[in-house]
C-alpha cells in the first residue's frame, strides 16, 4: 500500500504543474497575443522587406515590390492602396489588416 501510495504522490506531483501551466495558458495567452500583435504592428510607409515579410502571404518577391511601389509612387494613403501592388489583393488585406498601419 504505501508503495502504491508513493506511485500515485509521484505521478501528481509531475503532473500538476502541467495542468496548473496549462490551464493558465488557456486564460491568459488570447490577451497576450492581442496585445503582441498591437505592438508588432508593421506600417507599410516605413517597413523594410525584411518587416513586411512576416506578415501573411508576404514572401521575399512581393515584399520588395511593396518596397519598390512605395519608392516609386509614395507613401500609401490607405492600407487598400496596397492592391495597387502587382500581386496583393483584397483577402490580403483581409488575413493581414490587424496587423497593418499607415
Known sequence: ???Y???VAMAVAMLAPMYIFTSYAETVAPEVVKQ???LQKV???TASAAELQLLKGIGEAKAKAIVE???T???FASLEDLTKVKGIGPKFIEKNGHLLSL
Open 73 to 75: 509612387n509614395g507613401k
Open 5 to 7: 501510495l508513493k506511485t
Open 43 to 45: 506600417n507599410v510607409n
Open 36 to 38: 503582441a500583435e498591437q
Open 69 to 71: 511601389y512605395r519608392e
Open 1 to 3: 500500500m504505501k508503495r
